[in-house]
């Protein structure tokens, strides 16, 4: 029997923590299914799904705590292998305006509000290639339960899309922007 562990990897930045990770989910027979990681700021912060026998998955969990004295701090969950597809409608939201504090949080209310699952999330700021202002980015794939409609969350986020100054876009995941 399989067992999936879903851990989260930080510490601060240096050449070859990933193959540190990578390494002891290999030695214990480990498969690694998938991840996203990055440098922000100084730290390097990511998140891995690795699947790996029922048998060996606590002597796995064992080897990683101990890269604590490497410097990364890991945290795991056993998960089956087993996971449950969610249902509903696949879209893609993008957001561009001025930055400043909330714009994230108000964007999320709505989408809570409508039970919408945040599936990845990526932001960040850039300067403006204009006038050098800072720009606040972000981009989401969302699951939409059903019977909540594009067309309806989109109404609702363009109502508050002005008050924040910003530019969204919410479209079927696959579609061209135009």
């Given amino acids: 029997m399989l067992t999936n562990l879903v851990m989260t990897v930080i510490g601060p930045d240096r050449p070859g923590l990933v193959e540190l990770v990578s390494s002891a989910v290999a030695?214990?027979?480990?498969?690694?299914?998938?991840?996203?990681?990055?440098?922000l700021g100084g730290q390097f912060a990511g998140i891995v799904r690795v699947e790996v026998s029922a048998e060996?998955?606590?002597?796995?969990?064992?080897?990683?705590?101990?890269?604590?004295?490497?410097?990364?701090?890991?945290?795991?969950?056993?998960?089956?292998?087993?996971?449950?597809?969610?249902?509903?409608?696949?879209?893609?939201?993008?957001?561009?305006?001025?930055?400043?504090?909330?714009?994230?949080?108000?964007?999320?209310?709505?989408?809570?509000r409508h039970n919408v699952n945040v599936e990845e999330l990526s932001s960040d700021c850039v300067?403006?290639?204009?006038?050098?202002?800072?720009?606040?980015?972000?981009?989401?794939?969302?699951?939409?339960?059903?019977?909540?409609?594009?067309?309806?969350l989109r109404t609702e986020l363009e109502k508050i899309a002005s008050d924040l100054m910003v530019d969204v876009q919410l479209n079927p995941a696959g579609s061209l922007r135009k």
């Fill in 27 to 39: 030695a214990h027979g480990g498969n690694w299914l998938e991840s996203r990681m990055c440098r």
């Fill in 56 to 112: 060996k998955s606590d002597s796995l969990l064992a080897t990683l705590a101990k890269l604590e004295k490497d410097g990364l701090n890991i945290s795991a969950r056993k998960e089956p292998s087993t996971a449950s597809a969610a249902t509903g409608t696949v879209a893609v939201l993008e957001l561009v305006g001025q930055d400043r504090p909330g714009i994230l949080h108000q964007i999320s209310q709505v989408l809570a």
């Fill in 127 to 152: 300067n403006a290639p204009m006038d050098g202002s800072i720009l606040f980015k972000a981009r989401a794939s969302v699951l939409l339960p059903t019977g909540v409609s594009i067309v309806q």
